[in-house]
């Protein structure tokens, strides 16, 4: 059966594209057909550091939502942290990554392996592990994940194609904003198709996605939890800083859906208005406890509140760094990019360029 295994990599022009979200909905498909897919990540780059072992969490978290048994998971040859950098910078790692590689991906992997590459097209490229380097050395197609930021987008698919020539199957292009839908499919498909770059799919933006869980922002500000502990895993779609008169402040919270509101430990009226609206964690700076009425409303409403030791800028920035590093560990997310993935990507055509077909695999 190893002989006979198809290899899919997912790849992407930037990182932060949906690599893995795409992995996902696209398993979920597959396995609802019948098929059976194995999945690998050759190179780790979020990894867990215990007193017993060290863990890659993608690898672990898309194991346990993908249902796939031990041997049909192959964990990374290699973990991109600075240490690994440092040693094949000196010259004291001459380890042949290739051929790492291509023992990783001999053992039976089913009908279809999936494997996610790297963060961008030159990621791993010191060792020798670069998204076209991967394909290569496995001889897989290449599915690729973009961001939609603008019409620009074309230029780096298109230089991805030169890169990739035959190897690229296809583009998933993710987030793109309502009002630059219709652009997307009347004016960015049909060219990227002219020039032999199939698009696979075209996923709206979507709120939730692209949220962050009031968890994460506590682990990056290093921030101290003041009630509420239980209720971290509540998600966070926008930011708003209170900086403002009450009055402002309440009609602009009004707008707002499932806030962070940024404010200081003093201004005990924001912190009020941002409770009395869609608010799912109040993140206090200015190194100021909150009166105790806030604390006691925000524990009727169970809503977190968080400070911080940081100024409001440089809360602002961190928390901004982690939206655009949005991750997909909750359930929920899950839920909502595999019903995504189900509406906007062509899976049939996807099993087409590969050669697969549901029949075939049953």
């Known amino acids: 059966?190893?002989?006979?295994?198809?290899?899919?990599?997912?790849?992407?022009?930037?990182?932060?594209?949906?690599?893995?979200?795409?992995?996902?909905?696209?398993?979920?498909?597959?396995?609802?057909?019948?098929?059976?897919?194995?999945?690998?990540?050759?190179?780790?780059?979020?990894?867990?550091?215990?007193?017993?072992?060290?863990?890659?969490?993608?690898?672990?978290?898309?194991?346990?939502?993908?249902?796939?048994?031990?041997?049909?998971?192959?964990?990374?040859?290699?973990?991109?942290?600075?240490?690994?950098?440092?040693?094949?910078?000196?010259?004291?790692?001459?380890?042949?990554?290739?051929?790492?590689?291509?023992?990783?991906?001999?053992?039976?992997?089913?009908?279809?392996?999936?494997?996610?590459?790297?963060?961008?097209?030159?990621?791993?490229?010191?060792?020798?592990?670069?998204?076209?380097?991967?394909?290569?050395?496995?001889?897989?197609?290449?599915?690729?994940v973009a961001r939609f930021d603008s019409l620009m987008l074309v230029d780096s698919l298109l230089s991805a194609k030169q890169r990739l020539g035959e190897s690229l199957v296809g583009v998933l292009i993710n987030n793109i904003p309502s009002e630059k839908m219709a652009a997307a499919n009347t004016v960015?498909?049909?060219?990227?198709?002219?020039?032999?770059?199939?698009?696979?799919?075209?996923?709206?933006?979507?709120?939730?996605?692209?949220?962050?869980?009031?968890?994460?922002?506590?682990?990056?500000?290093?921030?101290?939890?003041?009630?509420?502990?239980?209720?971290?895993?509540?998600?966070?779609?926008?930011?708003?800083?209170?900086?403002m008169n009450v009055n402002s402040a309440l009609e602009y919270f009004r707008k707002k859906n499932n806030m962070a509101v940024v404010t200081g430990g003093d201004r005990a009226d924001?912190?009020?208005?941002?409770?009395?609206?869609?608010?799912?964690?109040?993140?206090l700076t200015g190194h100021l406890p909150p009166q105790p009425f806030i604390l006691s409303r925000a524990e009727d409403l169970e809503i977190p509140v968080i400070t911080v030791d940081l100024d409001t800028l440089n809360t602002v920035e961190i928390i901004n760094r982690a939206f655009g590093q949005v991750r997909l560990h909750e359930p929920i997310k899950v839920q909502c990019i595999s019903q995504m993935m189900a509406e906007h990507f062509d899976i049939d055509r996807l099993l087409n360029k590969l050669g697969l077909s549901s029949a075939a695999c049953v």
């Open 1 to 144: 059966m190893g002989k006979s295994t198809k290899y899919l990599l997912v790849g992407s022009t930037e990182a932060y594209s949906g690599k893995s979200a795409t992995i996902i909905g696209v398993v979920h498909q597959l396995k609802e057909k019948g098929l059976d897919i194995a999945y690998g990540k050759p190179l780790g780059t979020y990894l867990s550091v215990s007193e017993t072992e060290v863990i890659e969490e993608d690898v672990r978290f898309l194991t346990q939502v993908l249902a796939l048994p031990s041997n049909r998971v192959r964990e990374p040859i290699l973990f991109l942290d600075e240490e690994t950098i440092q040693k094949r910078l000196r010259g004291e790692d001459k380890t042949d990554y290739c051929e790492s590689l291509k023992l990783l991906t001999t053992e039976p992997g089913g009908d279809l392996m999936l494997l996610e590459g790297p963060g961008t097209l030159s990621e791993g490229s010191l060792f020798d592990l670069s998204l076209l380097q991967v394909a290569q050395v496995v001889n897989c197609s290449v599915l690729l």
């Open 188 to 243: 960015v498909r049909p060219f990227l198709e002219q020039l032999g770059i199939p698009v696979l799919g075209m996923l709206p933006r979507n709120s939730l996605l692209r949220s962050v869980s009031v968890a994460e922002l506590v682990k990056q500000l290093h921030a101290e939890v003041l009630c509420n502990p239980d209720r971290l895993d509540l998600l966070v779609e926008s930011l708003t800083i209170g900086a």
């Open 270 to 283: 924001i912190q009020l208005a941002a409770l009395e609206t869609s608010t799912q964690c109040l993140i």
